[in-house]
């Protein structure tokens, strides 16, 4: 299973961006999940999603601006992104997995990142 994440790019702050993750072959990956990682900074959670109950997760310093949604049809997950702040700047990763701990970095599989970065 290979993941393509797409959608990054420059932006200033207050602005919206959406990455997308489609997936190369349906998977029996129970759940989807988006994270990133900013630069000197460790991998960190940001939202997942569970693939058959649409069941939604997010870490606290995203919430009320990041909806991660899932189009079954295209196999496909995106991250919308409103009121981005320089701080969201990162190198996003999707990822997929049957895990017990969405939050966890335990996903089978990974995109090769995609780069957001918030100007001032």
């Known amino acids: 299973v290979q993941l393509q994440a797409s959608g990054g790019g420059l932006v200033q702050a207050g602005g919206s961006l959406r990455l997308s993750c489609a997936a190369s072959?349906?998977?029996?990956?129970?759940?989807r999940a988006w994270f990133r990682r900013a630069p000197g900074k460790e991998r960190e959670f940001v939202a997942a999603i569970g693939w058959s109950t649409g069941n939604t997760w997010y870490v606290d310093s995203v919430k009320g601006r990041f909806t991660i949604s899932r189009d079954n049809a295209k196999n496909t997950v995106y991250l919308q992104m409103n009121s981005l702040k320089p701080e969201d700047t990162a190198v996003y990763y999707c990822?997929?997995?049957?895990?017990?701990?969405?939050?966890?970095?335990?996903?089978?599989?990974w995109g090769q990142g995609t780069l957001v970065t918030v100007s001032s």
């Open positions: 990822a997929a997995g049957l895990l017990s701990e969405v939050t966890s970095t335990n996903y089978r599989y």
């Open positions: 072959t349906r998977t029996a990956s129970t759940y």
